[in-house]
């Protein structure tokens, strides 16, 4: 497919053009037509991958060149660091002695991402950083960017506002923000931290206390699974209440996250009675228990469903198996158990397991060794369920004013009749 090229115009168009309005060469040759210095846009395929991205140029003659470099380079990737040179200068900031050659967005995201890999982060942790540069190199597409360093302080305005999440995801993605810009800075591909003056939104830092199920909550979700009942079968549905009763059984002992139970593999985490969870910081491997009539009902799914025993269908990533448990399986256990005083959500299992915990008096450091945390962050969000917690703060409080001074204290008279 041949690549073609047309201008994209801004919401800050010169001569007033409509925002996203496309135009081309053979457009602008038109009588009456009003120039503009939005920028040109290539698209088509390179090395089988479909893009749009912009030539950092506004005249046709200059986006030509870069187009021919584009297809002689046969690759968006390797034919980035042509489309990163001169643009119109109300969006180039960089001063022209610079002597570390300029990066494109492209290839800054690409190695923050291997940077983030290279800490062997939990798959869904870099799905979030993942997430992130998609919508970074979206919004310089957006705005006619190519390179790192085109990117202003009234942007990262206009970028962070753009953002539609919940004010606490909200300042995670803003701590992941900040993080890249330092990251571009140390290796000198800005000049300046363009991100430190953002604030997380209010609020955002306020620790709210958990939510896990109630015993009664639970039960609840059980008698949802036998109201399900067996699978009907194609093309209603292949699975049943069974299906998610186990699911929810090994989420509730093991507090497992639901994206390790839907990719729970049996010959590898299950040893006797015993769950691998992680690696210890010792470099030991770190289980939990469960009981054997659990033992024995994954060990039946084995027979029925392979190692994985919640796959669905023929998913295999993490994140497909995820999906489905979480948006069609879960979901519909969690409708028929309904309603709800508190939205009900996978995640909420291993905050039960973790308040069962704490109830029967299993020390914070022991939990917190289980669900992989620190014994700070389970004081803090899990206060409410430590046990004796409340009767140890009244005693401390009955010895600390036990010895003070008390007030002679009379009848009041009077009052009402």
């Known amino acids: 497919m041949a690549l073609a090229l047309y201008r994209r115009h801004r919401r800050d168009c010169k001569a007033g053009h409509p925002e996203q309005l496309h135009s081309s060469e053979h457009d602008e040759r038109k009588k009456g037509w009003k120039r503009c210095e939005c920028p040109i846009t290539a698209s088509g395929t390179l090395a089988g991958r479909f893009r749009r991205q912009s030539t950092g140029r506004w ?30 200068p109300s969006v180039s900031s960089p001063a022209t002695d610079r002597e570390t050659p300029r990066i494109s967005i492209l290839e800054a995201t690409e190695a923050y991402l291997a940077k983030c890999k290279n800490r062997s982060i939990q798959p869904a942790t870099y799905a979030k950083y993942q997430t992130f540069t998609n919508q970074l190199k979206g919004y310089a597409e957006y705005r006619g960017y190519v390179c790192v360093d085109q990117l202003t302080v009234a942007d990262m305005d206009r970028f962070y506002a753009s953002w539609k999440d919940g004010i606490r995801a909200k300042a995670k993605k803003l701590d992941r923000l900040k993080a890249f810009f330092k990251f571009c800075l140390k290796r000198e591909w800005i000049t300046k931290d363009i991100s430190s003056d953002l604030e997380a939104p209010q609020g955002s830092s306020i620790t709210l206390p958990k939510a896990p199920f109630t015993d009664e909550e639970l039960i609840r979700i059980y008698d949802a699974c ?36 839907a990719t729970f593999d049996i010959t590898k985490r299950l040893k006797g009675n015993d769950v691998f969870l992680r690696m210890h910081k010792t470099r030991r491997p770190l289980f939990t228990w469960i009981p054997s009539w659990l033992v024995e009902r994954l060990k039946a799914r084995q027979e029925k469903n392979g190692p994985l025993i919640f796959r669905c269908g023929v998913s295999l990533t993490m994140k497909q198996l995820t999906d489905i448990w979480r948006n069609a399986r879960l979901k519909k256990v969690f409708e028929l158990a309904g309603p709800w005083d508190e939205r009900p959500h996978p995640h909420r299992l291993r905050h039960t397991f973790v308040r069962i915990l704490l109830e029967k008096g299993v020390p914070v450091a022991d939990v917190a060794e289980l669900v992989g945390d620190t014994e700070a962050i389970v004081r803090q969000h899990y206060a409410a369920w430590i046990q004796g917690r409340q009767d140890r703060l009244s005693r401390i409080l009955q010895e600390a004013f036990e010895d003070k001074p008390k007030p002679k204290l009379t009848a009041i008279r009077g009052g009402r009749k």
């Not at 470099?69 to 990163?84: F, H, I, R, V």
């Open 59 to 88: 005249e046709w003659d200059a986006a030509k060149a870069v187009l021919d470099d584009l297809e002689k380079a046969g690759s968006w990737a390797k034919a980035a660091p042509a489309m990163a040179g001169a643009t119109k």
């Open 226 to 261: 036998d109201v399900l009942g067996p699978a009907p079968g194609p093309p209603r549905r292949n699975w049943g209440g069974e299906d998610a009763k186990d699911f929810v059984f090994l989420s509730v002992y093991t507090g497992l996250r639901i994206s390790d139970v």
